[in-house]
């Protein structure tokens, strides 16, 4: 059974930094394209980034990218997103999420690309 499992989510004030991880079960992590995922009260889920694990080619959100850095950890597999010069708009629940070659990041940027899910961590970035 895929398993995703995010932890690290906290309070943290903006400007600040915190890393979430995501631990992987059941499937032939190093094969995977791993996608981060955000969703504020309100709104849509929206796509944060994406790594490919096979290579690691990455993919950002233009609204993350140079603040955010994602990365895996093959031998471990996990999955991590690296989040500096935090702002309070990026309040939201994260969630990795995974889904089968032939997906390889490069494709589009929804949550309906991938099939499955970890349970969401919840950041609050404050002023």
């Known amino acids: 059974e895929v398993q995703l499992v995010e932890s690290g989510g906290g309070l943290v004030q903006a400007g600040g930094s915190l890393r979430l991880s995501c631990a992987a079960s059941?499937?032939?992590?190093?094969?995977?394209?791993i996608g981060w995922f955000r969703q504020a009260p309100g709104k849509e889920r929206e796509g944060v980034g994406c790594?490919?694990?096979?290579?690691?080619?990455?993919y950002y959100a233009e609204s993350v990218e140079g603040r955010f850095t994602i990365f895996s950890d093959n031998a471990k597999n996990a999955a991590y997103l690296q989040m500096t010069t935090l702002k309070p708009e990026d309040t939201a629940v994260y969630y990795c999420a995974t889904d089968p070659p032939p997906r390889d990041c490069s494709g589009s940027w929804y949550p309906t690309d991938f099939s499955s899910w970890g349970q969401g961590t919840q950041v609050t970035v404050s002023s």
């Open positions: 059941g499937f032939t992590f190093d094969d995977y394209a």
């Open positions: 790594i490919f694990n096979a290579d690691g080619a990455t």
